[in-house]
């Protein structure tokens, strides 16, 4: 099938009744979902590619998927198609936009970066509307201090000690962070804490162990200079907790300028 160019999809998905993004058999998943989608669409077989698989309970406001398109359905009107996969989606998972890239775009391979937000409600009160999206931590966190022990995981390192074990076994685990930072923000009436990170890529588990650590300084059982000595060990087990998967959200991805302009 030649193609004609690539349908980009933007998409968002609440990720408690998923399991994970990537398909597997007898599971629920958002790739799979958006196959179903996309394939009644076009009424084809399709092949995605993302820009990042989530695991399970991990949500996204903005996911690209990549579909690569003949030149006739590269002339489907955006307007059409859009109406057409919000009503074969389900309800937890939103198509927000459609653009069009070059042929032979992958929205993995051609990412240049990508950014996570992860949530905290730090309170003896339960959360109410970050409930599903925010880890609940029945205390009090020092957000400076976060912030201050962060700081020495920003730039090009070796974050084997922030993945999961059986996943960086003969595997490359330098990775680079633009930036990571620490705030308290208020979100639909409700302080949070947040950790917002972007890099160049992830590891599995990477974001979430992450914060794990990060809250171990955060509620003062380390010092801010104890993740610098994790991130030398190049060992999982020195690293803090993988934090619950719920309080992730993919936030965002920066292709190069110009690749992607809406479907119109």
Not at 44 to 49: A, F, K, Y
Not at 75 to 103: E, K, N, Q, Y
Not at 140 to 145: C, M, N, Q
Not at 200 to 221: D, K, Q, Y
């Amino acid at each position: 099938m030649p193609d004609g160019a690539t349908l980009v999809v933007k998409l968002g998905y609440r990720g408690a009744g998923f399991c994970g993004f990537a398909e597997q058999p007898g599971a629920r998943t958002v790739a799979g979902e958006l196959r179903r989608a996309l394939e009644t669409a076009l009424r084809r077989p399709v092949e995605l590619t993302c820009a990042g698989r989530t695991d399970a309970g991990v949500h996204a406001l903005s996911q690209y998927v990549s579909v690569p398109v003949t030149e006739g359905e590269a002339g489907l009107p955006g307007t059409r198609l859009m109406r057409s996969l919000v009503a074969l989606t389900p309800d937890d998972l939103s198509v927000r936009a459609l653009l069009r890239a070059p042929a032979g775009f992958s929205a993995r391979f051609d990412a240049v970066s990508r950014s996570y937000r992860y949530r905290i409600a730090d309170s003896d009160a339960r959360p109410v509307l970050a409930w599903d999206h925010a880890w609940w931590y029945r205390g009090r966190l020092d957000a400076g201090a976060m912030g201050e022990a962060a700081r020495c995981l920003v730039g090009e390192h070796d974050f084997r000690s922030f993945c999961k074990a059986s996943s960086a076994v003969d595997k490359p685990t330098c990775r680079f962070v633009e930036s990571l930072e620490v705030t308290r923000v208020v979100e639909a009436g409700e302080e949070l804490v947040a950790i917002d990170v972007t890099g160049n890529a992830f590891l599995h588990n990477m974001v979430r162990t992450i914060a794990g650590t990060l809250v171990e300084v955060g509620r003062g059982h380390r010092d801010p200079r104890w993740v610098g000595d994790v991130l030398a060990a190049r060992d999982r087990t020195a690293a803090g907790p993988c934090a619950p998967a719920k309080g992730l959200t993919f936030v965002g991805v920066k292709y190069p300028e110009l690749t992607l302009t809406p479907w119109e």
